[in-house]
């Protein structure tokens, strides 16, 4: 039976994503990494509701050389450890690569629906940006948008726009009817 799943951006959803000149970026190290106020019980209500959790993120840096896959992976440990995510899958490329993973492509999503038989079309992506979003939309996900403001491209088009992961999980549960509460 297919269950429906909340696909989450890690950098500026799960955690704080590193602001400079109002453009968001992933921390550079575990020592960086703060877990957004919050996101403990937002994920917990997700799980405990029947979602499979699936952090979906872009980490072009390894690609650009900036940031070791190493550090992300010790990261993406970090918050394991902290907080009950079904699977962590990345996107090492760069844009120039051209791949299927990298967001605003769906790939991740549908790499993830695969392994826990997901029934994408009562799923959740929620992310902080518009390559969030729009793979979201791709995948035939619902979209939740957490706004910050950031200076970049804005999305066009999103189902629900929430203040936090907290305020997300809260639209999320009153919109889902495959909710076990």
């Given at each position: 039976?297919k269950?429906?799943a909340?696909?989450?951006d890690?950098d500026?959803?799960?955690?704080?994503?590193?602001?400079r000149?109002?453009?968001?970026y992933?921390?550079a190290?575990?020592?960086?990494?703060?877990?957004l106020?919050?996101?403990?019980?937002?994920v917990?209500v997700?799980?405990?509701?029947?979602?499979?959790?699936?952090?979906?993120?872009?980490?072009?840096?390894?690609?650009r050389g900036?940031?070791?896959?190493?550090t992300?992976?010790a990261?993406?440990?970090?918050?394991?450890?902290?907080?009950?995510?079904?699977?962590f899958?990345?996107?090492?490329?760069?844009?120039?690569?051209n791949?299927?993973?990298?967001?605003?492509?769906?790939?991740?999503?549908?790499?993830?629906?695969?392994d826990?038989?997901?029934?994408?079309?009562?799923s959740y992506?929620?992310?902080?940006?518009w390559?969030?979003?729009?793979?979201?939309?791709?995948a035939?996900?619902?979209?939740?948008?957490?706004?910050?403001?950031?200076?970049?491209k804005?999305?066009?088009?999103?189902?629900y726009?929430?203040?936090?992961?907290?305020?997300?999980?809260t639209i999320?549960?009153?919109?889902?009817k495959?909710?076990?509460?």
């Amino acid at each position: 039976m297919k269950q429906p799943a909340v696909f989450l951006d890690r950098d500026g959803v799960l955690n704080r994503a590193m602001v400079r000149e109002s453009k968001p970026y992933p921390p550079a190290s575990v020592a960086e990494v703060e877990i957004l106020p919050g996101v403990v019980e937002a994920v917990q209500v997700l799980k405990e509701a029947g979602f499979v959790l699936v952090v979906v993120s872009n980490q072009p840096d390894v690609a650009r050389g900036t940031t070791p896959k190493v550090t992300v992976e010790a990261i993406n440990t970090y918050l394991a450890e902290r907080l009950p995510i079904d699977r962590f899958i990345m996107c090492y490329h760069d844009d120039g690569d051209n791949c299927d993973c990298r967001k605003p492509r769906s790939g991740m999503l549908l790499a993830g629906s695969l392994d826990f038989d997901v029934d994408l079309v009562s799923s959740y992506m929620v992310g902080d940006r518009w390559r969030d979003i729009a793979a979201g939309i791709g995948a035939g996900c619902k979209t939740v948008f957490i706004d910050y403001g950031y200076d970049e491209k804005q999305p066009e088009f999103f189902d629900y726009r929430a203040n936090s992961l907290l305020e997300a999980a809260t639209i999320i549960l009153k919109g889902s009817k495959t909710c076990k509460r």
